[in-house]
């Protein structure tokens, strides 16, 4: 499979799209963040095979290359990444990009490093807070597989763009080496991504993605690093075997996040667009969110919490996507847990459970709470600081989704 698309990588630079440079806005209403694309549009046979939320990151560096390592979900052809400013307050220029296959560490797989265009041109200028879709690139690109995507900014400054939790060990450079296959330039780690947002495919007709809109649970936060053990990744690996055509996995879990206020990252509500609603070839999206609304003892009542699920019900439902979702998981002991938060989440998975307003309900609650006191994490599944989940936690919720809860028809307008 890497020969398939490493023989057929090399053809790239002949065959991808050219043209001019288009902006593609999203219209922004107070709840919405701007999103604006520039590049060649997606295509509608291209599915999201990987993706993480982008986040505002520490003051950029010029000169820096990124080798990033991001694993795929679903296999396909034609690969394209998505390149993010959306934190950035000036714009920023990438003149080397190129996506390989990872050999070991940052070694990529002899042959398998190819250059990537943005409408035919070989750079890119990113306006502040604007994305960049690249041409696709000829070639097959295998599901379950580490792939390296290595981006070079000249002249990167002010805040970066990226995704602080990676939970994956990536690399740095100084000066530009994104063509080189070696490691030798490559010496510094980083554990979050930087820039890169989305990775997408082609894969056979039908193929269709689920997209993971989450908090820190859904981030990975307490799985074991570079072994791909979050929920998402569990399910990704299930899907792989299994007859739904849903394929794609988007993980779009940012630690600390809430439903309706910013903190740690944009709110569910304002990234909504950008993070999960933009990504090709989505089905469904998968809401697991609520418990730092609650927890941050900020006043959120149970009915705050409600019309803000109603709220991205609304509007997943106008894409014409399909919305599971999961009850609020269990976290006495943590240090934020009191009563009147226990009160509320008890609540809002009551509506959960029995308003009908969800395509489908997944049931976490349930499964991660123990038999002799509901309000905590099962020891068996605790990752420590009873909230998050270990390794074994993860993969207990990813083995609790109904597959065919994600390839529900969308019946909704838009749809």
């Not at 649970?217 to 791909?228: E, K, N, P, V």
């Not at 418990?291 to 003892?297: E, F, G, L, S």
């Not at 020891?379 to 529900?408: F, I």
Request: charged share 25%.
């Amino acid at each position: 499979m890497n020969t398939r698309f490493a023989r057929a990588g090399r053809l790239g630079a002949l065959l991808l799209l050219a043209g001019a440079v288009q902006a593609t806005p999203v219209h922004a209403t107070d709840d919405q963040a701007p999103f604006t694309v520039v590049g060649a549009p997606a295509d509608r046979r291209d599915v999201v095979t990987w993706g993480a939320s982008a986040e505002r990151m520490d003051d950029a560096v010029a000169d820096r290359g990124y080798r990033l390592v991001v694993h795929t979900s679903t296999a396909g052809s034609d690969l394209r990444i998505r390149l993010s400013n959306a934190f950035g307050d000036r714009p920023v220029t990438f003149d080397s990009v190129y996506a390989g296959l990872r050999q070991q560490g940052a070694r990529l797989v002899p042959d398998s490093n190819h250059r990537l265009t943005f409408d035919g041109a070989r750079s890119v200028t990113v306006p502040a807070g604007a994305t960049a879709l690249s041409d696709p690139l000829p070639g097959r690109l295998p599901a379950a597989t580490d792939l390296v995507v290595s981006i070079h900014s000249p002249d990167a400054a002010g805040p970066a763009t990226g995704h602080r939790l990676a939970l994956q060990t990536s690399y740095t450079s100084e000066g530009d080496h994104t063509a080189e296959a070696g490691a030798a330039h490559w010496t510094q780690t980083t554990g979050s991504w930087f820039y890169l947002d989305a990775v997408s495919v082609r894969p056979p007709a039908g193929t269709a993605a689920v997209v993971a809109l989450g908090d820190s649970i859904t981030d990975g936060r307490q799985s074991t690093a570079d072994l791909d053990r979050r929920w998402p990744d569990y399910l990704a690996r299930r899907l792989r075997s299994s007859a739904s055509h849903v394929k794609g996995v988007a993980d779009e879990g940012i630690s600390g996040n809430q439903v309706l206020a910013d903190g740690g990252g944009q709110s569910a509500l304002k990234r909504l667009q950008r993070d999960v609603l933009s990504q090709p070839g989505v089905r469904t999206v998968f809401l697991f969110e609520g418990v730092n609304d609650i927890k941050a003892h900020t006043g959120v009542t149970a009915q705050d919490l409600i019309a803000g699920y109603r709220a991205i019900v609304e509007r997943v439902h106008a894409a014409g996507k399909c919305v599971v979702a999961s009850t609020v998981a269990p976290y006495k002991g943590w240090p934020e847990w009191d009563p009147a938060g226990e009160k509320v989440r008890g609540e809002v998975n009551r509506f959960i459970r029995g308003s009908g307003e969800f395509d489908a309900v997944i049931d976490f609650d349930r499964v991660l709470r123990s038999p002799y006191d509901p309000e905590h994490v099962r020891p068996v599944l605790d990752g420590g600081d009873h909230l998050h989940p270990n390794d074994k936690g993860m993969r207990a919720l990813a083995d609790a989704v109904d597959l065919r809860s994600l390839d529900c028809a969308a019946r909704h307008p838009g749809g």
